[in-house]
């Protein structure tokens, strides 16, 4: 397996790919546009952005951390990653988007710290991106909140990895405030 690129961290401010993150995070797949899919900011947790919207047909509004990635060394390589609570309250679910083109069967690997947690397997593409979903078990979501760092894994090829630093400043904060 190759070596991961060095990443940095992409500010959330770029419209395009929140918009697609949001209508993932919201269950959106079609019909609202981008602009009424923003949602809006609702606070900064580190660096983690919190967004809520009202989904059609829901009582009440629905929130979520995101936090946006991409690889200094290759701009096409980009990760949404977003953090909810169910509607219902009885999940809390990780949503990774990644961009069209990375290898399906590969996953998308995820290493928090110095913990290897296995590979999620993409679930649907969309035109924003590809996306990886889990339910958060208390375990997960308790290493992400005592942790420093995550790295998530793509592959454009069964050779080519790429890896994308996390960081967790400000994940339990924000986690706790979401509704």
Do not use: H, Y
Not at 97 to 112: E, H, N, R, T
Not at 136 to 147: A, E, G, T, V
């Amino acid at each position: 397996m190759a070596q991961p690129s060095f990443i940095r961290r992409r500010s959330n401010s770029r419209l395009p790919l929140l918009a697609g993150a949001l209508l993932a995070a919201f269950g959106l797949w079609s019909a609202a546009s981008p602009a009424a899919a923003q949602g809006v900011a609702r606070g900064k947790f580190g660096d983690w952005e919190m967004r809520c919207e009202t989904p059609p047909g829901a009582n009440r509004e629905q929130c979520a951390l995101l936090q946006s990635l991409a690889a200094e060394d290759r701009p096409n390589v980009t990760l949404v990653v977003i953090v909810l609570k169910t509607a219902d309250g009885k999940s809390r679910l990780l949503r990774v988007i990644a961009p069209l083109g990375v290898l399906l069967p590969a996953g998308l690997g995820l290493k928090v710290d110095q913990t290897d947690m296995g590979r999620a397997g993409f679930v649907r593409c969309v035109p924003s991106g590809c996306v990886a979903e889990v339910v958060m078990d208390d375990k997960l979501l308790d290493l992400l909140n005592n942790s420093q760092t995550a790295i998530f894994s793509v592959f454009n090829t069964p050779e080519e990895g790429v890896g994308l630093p996390l960081t967790l400043n400000g994940f339990k904060d924000g986690f706790a405030k979401l509704p």
